[in-house]
């Protein structure tokens, strides 16, 4: 399962990137490594960005950037 694919107001935890380079390094400098967990706080009108809440901060990503971050739920 994707970041992209969770609902507004759950919690994941990402288990794996997917991404390469430049994007990858952006992701990680941006605190998204694995084990760490994600709220998702909401989605922009037409699905793309989403807000997200990771290490008690909010930040925006892509729904293509989302789609490379493999997580699991948060139980």
Not at 31 to 44: D, K, L, M, N, P
Not at 53 to 73: D, F, G, T
Request: glycine letters at 6%.
């Amino acid at each position: 399962m994707h970041l992209g694919l969770i609902e507004s107001g759950n919690s994941c935890k990402i288990k794996a990137l997917h991404a390469k380079d430049k994007l990858l390094q952006k992701l990680l400098d941006m605190g998204f490594v694995v084990g760490a967990q994600i709220e998702v706080i909401r989605e922009a009108p037409l699905y793309d960005p989403l807000e997200l809440r990771i290490h008690n901060y909010l930040v925006s990503l892509r729904k293509s950037e989302a789609e490379l971050i493999e997580v699991e739920p948060w139980k």
